[in-house]
């Protein structure tokens, strides 16, 4: 399965941005699939993620504010971002990982997009 992110761009904070990952395969063979984002110099992070059953997590500066989704008919991964700050500025990256529980480390999934930009100016 190949994924490829899009939607991000320049956005004012306080703003919203529709992030979209497209599976060229059955995203259905990923149990869970995730958003990560790097910032310059700073390590890959996780950002939300869902599992096949629909349970979610976020880490804690997001939550509230982003919501992730998965459509497994479609084969599509969504992160919905709202009032978002400077600090939300990274590059976005979708992943799927076949394991049965949801993971926090990047070594963890197998797959990635290409990753997609999200800037914020304050």
């Known amino acids: 399965v190949q994924l490829q992110a899009s939607g991000g761009g320049l956005v004012q904070a306080g703003g919203s941005l529709r992030l979209s990952c497209a599976a060229s395969g059955r995203s259905s063979s990923y149990y869970v699939m995730a958003w990560f984002r790097q910032a310059p110099e700073k390590q890959r992070e996780l950002v939300a993620a869902v599992t096949s059953g629909g349970t979610t997590d976020y880490a804690d500066s997001v939550k509230g504010r982003f919501t992730i989704s998965r459509d497994n008919a479609r084969n599509t991964l969504t992160l919905e971002a709202n009032t978002l700050k400077p600090e939300d500025t990274a590059v976005y990256y979708c992943?799927?990982?076949?394991?049965?529980?949801?993971?926090?480390?990047?070594?963890?999934?197998?797959?990635w997009g290409q990753g997609t930009l999200v800037t914020v100016s304050s």
């Open positions: 992943a799927g990982r076949s394991g049965s529980r949801i993971a926090y480390y990047p070594r963890s999934y197998e797959d």
